[in-house]
């Protein structure tokens, strides 16, 4: 599945690598790779998108490392 992260003027593409699902699936961590480097402050937030289906879907956010 292909994801967009946005941060600022950045929106990136990302596809899903793997998925965890610890003890609370409504929290799954993610591991997104991104066909691009992306630019950040450490702390920083991004939002993920998922653009298929015509209209812009906020999936949620991300906490940068």
Same mark, same amino acid.
């Given at each position: 599945?292909?994801? =967009? !992260?946005? =941060?600022?003027?950045?929106? &990136?593409? +990302?596809?899903? *690598? #793997? /998925?965890? #699902?610890?003890? #609370? ?5 993610? #591991?997104?790779? %991104?066909?691009? *480097? &992306? /630019?950040? =402050?450490?702390?920083?937030? +991004?939002? /993920?998108?998922? &653009?298929?289906?015509?209209? %812009?879907? !906020?999936?949620?956010?991300?906490? %940068?490392?």
């Amino acid at each position: 599945m292909v994801l =967009h !992260v946005g =941060h600022w003027m950045q929106f &990136l593409p +990302a596809r899903i *690598e #793997n /998925i965890t #699902n610890n003890d #609370n699936w409504r929290k799954p961590f993610l #591991n997104l790779k %991104l066909e691009k *480097e &992306l /630019i950040y =402050h450490s702390g920083d937030r +991004a939002v /993920i998108t998922r &653009l298929e289906g015509g209209k %812009l879907r !906020v999936v949620g956010t991300i906490n %940068l490392p």
